[in-house]
Every structure is written in C-alpha cells, then in structure tokens.
C-alpha cells in the first residue's frame, strides 16, 4: 500500500482532475442554458490537438493554450449554427461534433506533421509549472496543489467565479432563465438565442483549455484519440451534478482521484486494459447509485 | 412581398447549393493541407470506391457496406422507439469476441459451426444491451449515458481478454488464434466478397417485416412517437424496451460476428473501434431520417466514402481520416432537416412542425 500512496500519486490528482474538471464546467453552463451538448469529447479532443499544434509552431506554450481556445471555439460556432440558427438536435450535433474533432485531428497529424499515431517533439512547450511558496512547508497541500499548471488553479477559480455568477450575476440568471424558459427571458427584451450563443462560446473556451491541459501541459505530447472517453465522463458528471459547480467539484475529483489511482496500481501488475477501466467502472457505479436514489425519491418511473 | 415568396421557392434549392459548396471548399480545403495532387486523388477516390481490377474495390466498398447498414440497422431499430442506444459499439466489440471465441470451439463442425457462432455473437450483443436496458428501467441510468458507458468496459475487457488469456502469442499482435478454414464465410464464387452482406440482407428484410408486419413493430414504433399513449393504453412498455434494445443489440452482434468470420477471420484488438463502424452507422441511420427503406443506400454511400478514402491514400498520400470528416459535415448540414430526436427522448412526443 505504501508504494501507491507516494508523492507521485498525490500530485499526479490534480494534473488528472483538471481536464476534466475545465470540459465539465464547460458543459454545466450548457446544462443550465438548456443545451444538451454531449460533445465535450470532441472539444477537448480539437483543443488538444490544437494546443500541440500553436505550442509547436509559435514555439511558446501560452499561445498553444490560445490556439486552443480556437479549436474549441471552431466547434462552438459549428454547434451554434447547426442548432441555434439551423434549429438541430443538439444529439445528433454532438455526435457529430465528436466524429469530426476525430477525423479532423487524426486529418491534420497525419497531413501536417506526416505522422500517425503519437507526434511528439522537443519543438513542443509545455505550460510552466506555478510554485506557490505559501505551501512549500504544508506536508499534503505541498503535494497536492503546489507545482500545478496555471489551469489547474484556473480551474479551481472558475469553479468559485461560476457559482457567483450563475447564482447572483445578472448574466447568469439569464443564463438559468434560458434553460428554464426561453420565452420568459424573451419578453423582458433579451434574445435568448444570443445568451446561448455565449453559453456555447465559454463552453468552447473552457473546453479548449481542457485539451491544452492533457496535451501540453501533462505530456507535452499528442496522441490519436487524446481525449479517449474523459469527455463523457464529464457529461455524466454534469447530468449527475445538475450543472451545479460546487458539487461537480467534488465529484470530479473523485474521478480524478480514481484515476490517478489507476495509474499507480497499474505497477502493481494488475494488467493495464483492467486498470484503465477503473476510472469508467466508477463513474458508471456512482451513475447508477445517484439514479437509483432519484428513482426512490420520485418513486415516479419512466417506462 | 413578391421578393419574399420568390426567396420561399427557392430557399430549399439554395441550402442544397450552399450545403454542397461548403462540402467541397472543405475537402479543397484538406487536400490542400496535404499537399495533395487534385487530380490524382480524385481519380485515386473513384477508382477505389467503385472501381479497380475485376472491380475488386467495389467488392471491398460491398463489404463495407455491410457492416456499416447492419450497425445502422441497429441504431435504427433502437432509435425508432425512442431508445438512444449509442452503445452499438459496445454490443458491436462483445458480439465480434464472442463469435471468434465460439468459433474456435466448434470449428469442427463446418456449417453448423458458422450457425452457432453467429448466434453466440447474437446473444452476447443482446445481452449487453440488456443490461443498458435493465439500468434504464430498474435503476433510472438514462439509456444515453447508461449505453454509452457500457462501450469502455466491452472495448476494456475484450482488449484484455485478447491481450493475455487468449491471446495468439506466435502472431506478436494482440488478436485470437485465427479460425480454420470451415469456419470461414465462405465467398462468393470468383470474388473476394464474403456471404455477409447476404446474411445483412436477411436481416434487413427480417427487420422489414417485424417493423411493418408485427405487433411489436406497431407498439416499438408508437412508443417512439409518444411514450405516455403506449403506457396510458396499458401496453407493457418494460416488455416492449427490453425486447427492442435485446434487438437492436443482437443485430450488433451479427455485424460483429460477420466482421469476424468474413473478413478477419480472428479478433484483432481494436478492429472493430477503430474504423468507427458502430458511429458511422448511427450517422447513417439518422442521414435518411430514421427510414429503414433507404438504409442500403445510406450504408452504400457511406462505404464508398470509406473505401474511396482508402484509395486517396494509397494513391495521392491523403489521410483516409478525410472521410470520417466528410461523414461528420454531411450529417451536420442534414442535422437541421431531421426531426428532433430530443422529443423523442423527453416522451413529448412529436411536434407539428
């Protein structure tokens, strides 16, 4: 038990819990603006690529993050012109989306960098790490939360700013109004088609910072299919939380904390396909659970 | 006013013209980032979707075809009834493992042997839609996510079980022993075209009439429309989802099974992920509408792209990614001309307009 709960374990959480943390915030103001974007996979996998691709080019890893803002924006303009102004099914667009953020990274490695599978190249910057000297003498926080990318404290802060905001900002009132009823926040004279077009704007930002995460900041390197199923566990994280931030918080540390402690006792011998299956198990167990409680409280079922 | 009705006539033409355009700038586009001969791919992208030696490629676009119209079978006969199952890849994965593993078993027996591992193929895909199924009923999971989650442990578990149980360990690749030759499907007399679009065709048919000849097709298909009308008539709705998903699944399975038996003969780790088979039938499914008339030619249309791309690559060195992307962007301009499927999930039933 010893050898999991090393240094490496505890500083491996927060570098595992932020891509997805960024995607699901994302994906929560969606929820509450009545978006169903189940896309996230597809976002973070365009913003990974893209933050390889700026990082690389520009040989500086802030313009890579920028560059990654871009890849999720891209799609968030493809999203909001098939279903804001085209009126489709935000499922079938998030498929899509998905598909498309695939075939268009695997397109783009292979043609532009003329390689498939991994590109990884000294070229490629990596996001500096932040020391805080305030936690230099804490034992645990230390570990935690010291050393960290500047988007894992990113993240922490827009978890706080985005409960203020949805709950107490004017903008974000809208935003819950859209969700709730369209048609109400049209009568007091605000289009709400504009309102989602910014909710899907911001998803498309924070996404894109997701990918830059996973790509330039963890590894420094882009693989086929980076994202490989954390987007979906983010989906199933803001279905579970109700778009609220403050428990998606916790819960995707939860996740993030089973898998980095998939990675660990991977060196216990347990085969790898079992051990990376570890972080799926759990999120598809705590769905169960927190369903399975509606299901009692509503005692109401749907089929 | 005249303006107007003028714009009313042509506004559907010029989305068609405006779709297309986009279509095209797009590839122009790509190709471009390649560094790619025009010419050449295009000639490379017909010659290999539908052409070639003895046209050996159009039997190969045949064979793609198959699997891409069974898994959009699939979907469609799950989605029909208000059923999001877009674990198809998982049922997909567990049914092809399942058919190889049989297939070894009883290798013996020849004809038989094919029979009973299709099946065992079948059941595995039925039973792992089931299972979404009971946590869509007994523990409240919606279907979306439930299924959906489901495709990792499948993907996870198979690529382990060929990874070290059953593993082919003289073939240095993560993949199951390769079947004996009775086992195989066999060809088509002079072609390189296996049995299993004949076999897709049987199911497409069975489909056909369960869909327009049944009881259950008639109350599959009512309960897409409107859920509270199927329950408020006192129908068994939990009857008729689990033998919906139980369908839908077990033709997954079938098109893993044929995968297996037809075309690699073994189950190699990730072949049935990669090509994106389960999600390209989806996207085909909803690209005519949910109209199962027209599904050979939605699968036809998506296998050339396939088989095409293939060919690009062979010859002008362009990614074959370029048809996964092609996929996507038709199925984002037809996106608005479906009708929602969200009414469908959110049992409102169908809107008017």
Not at chain 1, 38 to 64: D, H, K, P, Q, T
Not at chain 1, 130 to 149: A, G, T, V
Not at chain 2, 226 to 247: D, E, H, N, Q, R
């Amino acid at each position: 038990m010893i050898e999991i709960f090393d240094p490496e374990f505890f500083s491996s959480i927060a570098r595992l819990t932020t891509p997805i943390l960024l995607a699901a915030l994302g994906g929560s103001i969606c929820h509450r603006a009545g978006i169903f974007n189940i896309g996230l996979e597809g976002f973070i996998l365009l913003g990974a690529f893209m933050a390889v691709l700026g990082s690389f080019f520009a040989n500086n890893a802030f313009l890579g993050a920028l560059s990654a803002i871009f890849g999720g924006l891209f799609l968030s303009i493809i999203f909001a012109e098939f279903h804001l102004r085209r009126k489709g099914d935000p499922i079938v667009i998030s498929i899509a989306i998905n598909i498309l953020a695939l075939g268009l990274s695997t397109y783009l490695l292979r043609s532009i960098f003329k390689v498939s599978g991994v590109f990884s190249h000294p070229e490629i910057k990596k996001l500096p790490q932040i020391q805080l000297p305030i936690f230099n003498n804490i034992p645990i926080l230390d570990l935690l939360i010291n050393n960290q990318s500047i988007l894992f404290y990113l993240s922490i802060v827009i978890v706080f700013i985005l409960h203020y905001f949805l709950k107490y900002h004017k903008f974000g009132l809208w935003i819950r109004v859209v969700g709730e009823n369209p048609e109400v926040l049209r009568s007091s004279g605000v289009n709400p088609v504009k309102i989602k077009f910014l909710v899907l704007l911001l998803c498309g930002i924070l996404c894109g910072l997701a990918g830059a995460q996973l790509s330039i900041s963890n590894v420094g390197l882009f693989v086929e299919n980076m994202s490989a199923g954390r987007g979906w566990i983010a989906v199933v994280a803001v279905l579970l939380c109700g778009g609220r931030p403050i428990p998606l918080f916790f819960l995707i540390v939860l996740f993030g904390l089973v898998d980095s402690l998939s990675l660990r006792i991977q060196g216990l011998g347990l085969p790898q396909q079992i051990t990376e299956l570890l972080p799926y198990i759990v999120c598809l167990v705590v769905l169960i659970i927190v369903s399975y409680k509606k299901l009692r409280t509503l005692s109401r079922t749907i089929y | 006013m005249q303006s107007k009705s003028f714009l009313k006539i042509f506004r559907p033409t010029i989305e068609i013209f405006y779709a297309f355009f986009s279509i095209f700038i797009l590839i122009f586009l790509l190709l471009y980032l390649a560094d790619a001969n025009f010419s050449l791919a295009f000639k490379g992208f017909v010659n290999s979707s539908v052409g070639g030696r003895n046209n050996a490629y159009l039997f190969s676009t045949f064979s793609k075809m198959a699997l891409i119209s069974g898994m959009a079978i699939a979907a469609l006969v799950a989605f029909r009834g208000g059923l999001f199952n877009i674990g198809g890849e998982g049922q997909l994965v567990v049914g092809g493992f399942a058919c190889a593993f049989t297939g070894l078993l009883v290798s013996d027996f020849g004809f038989i042997g094919i029979i009973i591992s299709i099946i065992s193929g079948m059941l595995a895909g039925a039973t792992w839609a089931l299972i979404s199924g009971f946590l869509t009923i007994y523990m409240g999971v919606p279907l979306l996510v439930g299924s959906l989650l489901l495709n990792y442990p499948a993907r996870f578990i198979t690529s382990y079980l060929v990874n070290h149980p059953f593993r082919d360990i003289q073939s240095g690749l993560p993949q199951t022993f390769l079947l004996p030759k009775n086992v195989w499907l066999p060809y088509f007399p002079n072609t390189r075209l296996d049995l299993g679009i004949l076999i897709i065709f049987l199911v497409y048919v069975i489909c056909l009439i369960i869909f327009y000849n049944t009881k259950h097709g008639y109350y599959s298909k009512n309960m897409g429309h409107s859920l509270s009308y199927v329950k408020l008539s006192g129908l068994p709705t939990k009857k008729i989802v689990f033998k919906t998903l139980a369908l839908s699944g077990a033709i997954a399975g079938i098109v893993g099974s044929i995968a297996v038996l037809g075309i690699h003969h073994r189950f190699t780790d990730g072949m049935l992920v990669q090509p994106l088979y389960a999600w390209t039938g989806i996207i085909a499914a909803l690209l005519v509408n949910l109209n199962l008339w027209f599904i050979p030619l939605a699968g036809f249309f998506f296998a050339a792209i396939y088989t095409g791309a293939a060919g690009m690559e062979r010859i002008a060195q362009v990614p074959k990614e370029i048809a996964t992307v092609i996929q996507a962007v038709i199925i984002l301009f037809v996106v608005g001309k479906l009708g929602s499927l969200s009414n469908l999930s959110s049992n409102k039933g169908v809107k008017d307009d």
